[in-house]
């Protein structure tokens, strides 16, 4: 199997898990109550990973609806169709957010979680989703602004090298501050923003932040601002601060719904 589709695999058992975990499942819950999808609606979800978001769209719809779900990892793919392999309103497809494959004006609603971030050209995207969504449709992006955590940390210089070089490992960094007035921009209208904040003042592996501590230390290896001997230092502090209970980690997601 090739180097890259060891990873999308890896990536794609790796989202199975943390799909589940009680801070993510909130999360969709609040993605599902903004969309507020009826009864033989259509909906297109932007990056479905493996499928849990269009899972639950799927019964809200039912069979005289659509869920069109979309990723560019064909791992993703697969775990999405066998998780929604008896609702057949629901379908998935391998392809570039930059070109979606519906006709225009057809769709009622459209979701984007954590997808536009790792997106060169938002703006193209977001013509996407206007062109496939029909006058008066809906739609809800979810996206992390990495550049606010909040993290209990002796060693702060070094935190401070870790988050920033998670910013280089995407395009579109700090994505939410400048959002809503490209929203604006693309015709969207009656645009709204909430704060959907992740906060584990428990540093186990049923919260969120215990793996994305491991994989944001991991790359800051890898871009060469800590080895990995102050990586190790670095997460056995947090595992200290959990053992004495001042273990504490804060996130805000941003909930971005708008209408056309």
């Known amino acids: ?31 599902l109550a903004t969309l507020a999808l009826q009864p033989g609606e259509k909906v297109f979800d932007i990056g479905c990973g493996v499928g849990f978001l269009a ?19 064909p791992q993703m793919i697969i775990h999405a169709k066998k998780r929604c392999e008896d ?4 379908e998935f497809y391998e392809g ?19 997808v536009l971030l790792y997106v060169k050209d938002v703006p193209n995207v977001l013509s996407e989703m206007r062109r496939i969504l029909k006058p008066g449709g809906r739609l809800v992006i979810v996206e ?13 210089a070094l935190t401070n090298k870790i988050f920033s070089a998670w910013d280089s490992t995407v395009p579109s960094p700090n994505l939410p501050v400048h959002l809503s007035p490209l929203l604006k921009k693309h015709g969207f209208s009656q645009i709204q923003v909430e704060a959907v904040p992740i906060l584990n003042t428990e ?4 919260n969120f932040s ?34 004495t209970g001042s273990y504490f980690f804060c996130v805000n997601r941003f909930l971005f719904s708008a209408k056309i």
């Not at 992390?144 to 702060?156: I, Q, S, Y």
């Not at 540093?203 to 049923?206: D, E, L, M, Q």
């Open 144 to 156: 992390t602004d990495w550049r606010g955590v909040v993290l209990n940390c002796a060693d702060d």
């Open 1 to 31: 199997m090739p180097q890259n589709s060891k990873n999308s695999a890896l990536e794609a058992k790796e989202l199975e898990r943390s799909y589940k975990l009680a801070d993510i499942v909130k999360q969709r819950q609040h993605t």
């Open 87 to 90: 609702l057949p309103q629901a």
């Open 203 to 206: 540093y186990t592996p049923s």
């Open 96 to 114: 570039d957010a930059a070109q979606l494959p519906a006709e225009d004006q057809t769709l009622d609603a459209v979701s984007c979680t954590q």
């Open 55 to 73: 899972h639950e769209m799927a019964f809200l719809v039912g069979k005289s609806g659509q869920v069109i779900g979309f990723d560019q990892n």
């Open 210 to 243: 215990y793996d994305m501590m491991k994989w944001i230390t991991k790359n800051a290896v890898k871009q060469g601002v800590c080895n990995e001997a102050q990586r190790g230092i670095w997460l056995k502090e947090l595992e200290e601060r959990e053992r």
